[in-house]
């Protein structure tokens, strides 16, 4: 009798050490609705620059402030459109280092058709870009692209 009283004991304390590691793993765990945020979060593309209708001077940065890439390495996704024929051209600096990059293959832009170009950006870039032609700009948008989701 006595060997079945320490049997129960040792069980009952068995479950509750294996209910009590349950409880810890299910806590620290992050529940699907968390992971689910977390992973909408890394899926959701960060704006980065949104101008319409902006006048733009030829061989003049865009924007008044170079874009800083937040999560790094990442991608900014560029949608373009001017309402003249030009050359867009994007300066990507490190340190104090500045390259010009030119999209399209080196030819115009048409002008008032929509183009999207994908740059990868990474930490200690900073990026801003230029027309080659005055213009008017009449949408110009950078969305940075983040955890590889394309």
């Known amino acids: 009798m006595q ?12 479950m509750a050490i294996l209910i009590t590691g349950f409880l810890i793993i299910f806590q620290s765990t992050p529940t699907i609705a968390q ?8 899926l959701t593309p960060y704006e980065q620059a949104n101008l319409h209708n902006s ?8 924007l008044t402030t170079v874009l800083t ?11 373009v459109a001017s309402d003249t024929a030009a050359i ?13 990059v030119i999209f399209n293959d080196n030819v115009d832009l048409t ?18 870009f230029q027309f080659d032609t ?6 110009f948008r950078v969305q940075e692209i983040k955890a590889g989701a394309q």
């Open 111 to 128: 002008a008032d058709c929509v183009y999207i170009f994908d740059l990868l950006v990474h930490s200690g870039d900073t990026v801003n």
């Open 88 to 100: 867009f051209k994007a300066r990507i600096t490190k340190a104090t280092n500045t390259q010009t």
């Open 35 to 42: 992971r689910s945020l977390n992973e909408a979060q890394l």
């Open 3 to 14: 060997d079945r009283t320490l049997s129960r004991i040792s069980f009952g304390s068995a």
């Open 69 to 79: 890439p937040v999560a790094t390495p990442s991608l900014f996704r560029i949608m």
């Open 55 to 62: 006048s733009e001077t030829a061989n003049v940065d865009i």
């Open 134 to 139: 005055t213009n008017k700009v009449t949408i």
